[in-house]
């Protein structure tokens, strides 16, 4: 059984730039998150989607977005990259269930010059 | 507004020692804890799923408890190895997402 896959493992970007990252969940799972680790900040929500839709969006500015496809694969964009950007984006998928948990990708380490 | 802590913030210890490790919350609404290891620069490995309805959750060597009442949780790991060295996250499912916590380092040495 697959996990969850992200890609890329790594990002160099330059400041003003914009990026996309990708997740690809495990096969059935309808919900997927992404949450920012920065060791100042630990993890810290983004958003989460289910079924294409956003239900939750945690306290970060308009650049960051995200979307979610038909086949649950979720992208997110960070717009106008700023050195504070510089951070592991992680992934994870669940089936969204009461007692079902979380699965994480590896995450996309993305730095900002 | 939630709040997650894990003490203690570091913890080195000799191979074989039997290690708690302690997670603390605010709001006793939650609905699954999830504890999570992470070696360094990589993602989130999950160790223990415990529903709210439960009480603690146990595999190989390790155990974790939930008390609502008390808003703690406990990671106990017996027979510590140096493969367990990692940073130890607990987190709470509410309403749609994680709250981690602060985490605890963990190094055991030979």
């Known amino acids: 059984k697959a996990g969850v896959t992200q890609t890329p493992r790594y990002l160099i970007k330059t400041r003003g730039q914009q990026v996309t990252l990708s997740c690809s969940p495990i096969?059935?799972?309808?919900?997927v998150s992404w949450y920012q680790q920065t060791p100042g900040q630990g993890l810290q929500f983004l958003f989460e989607?289910?079924?294409?839709?956003?239900?939750n969006k945690g306290n970060f500015p308009g650049r960051f977005s995200g979307r979610q496809f038909s086949n649950s694969r979720s992208e997110m964009n960070v717009s106008t990259l700023e050195l504070g950007d510089s951070a592991l984006y992680l992934c994870?998928?669940?089936?969204?269930?009461?007692?079902?948990?979380?699965?994480f990708g590896s995450g996309t380490r993305l730095t900002v010059v | 507004k939630q709040e997650v802590t894990q003490i203690p913030a570091a913890l080195s210890v000799p191979e074989g020692e039997n290690l708690v490790l302690n997670c603390s919350f605010t709001?006793?609404?939650?609905?699954?804890l999830q504890w999570f290891r992470q070696d360094p620069g990589k993602g989130l490995t999950s160790l223990l799923l415990?529903?709210?309805?439960?009480r603690e959750q146990t595999s190989g060597r390790l155990n974790a408890s939930l008390d609502k009442s008390s808003g703690r949780s406990t990671l106990y790991i017996a027979a510590s190895q140096p493969g367990d060295s990692a940073t130890y996250l607990c987190?709470?499912?509410?309403?749609?997402?994680?709250?981690f916590g602060t985490g605890t380092r963990l190094q055991v040495f030979p």
């Open positions: 096969s059935g799972h309808r919900s």
């Open positions: 987190a709470f499912y509410n309403t749609d997402k994680l709250i």
């Open positions: 415990i529903q709210s309805s439960q």
């Open positions: 994870a998928s669940s089936m969204n269930r009461v007692g079902y948990g979380y699965t």
């Open positions: 989607y289910f079924s294409e839709t956003q239900r």
């Open positions: 709001d006793s609404a939650i609905y699954n």
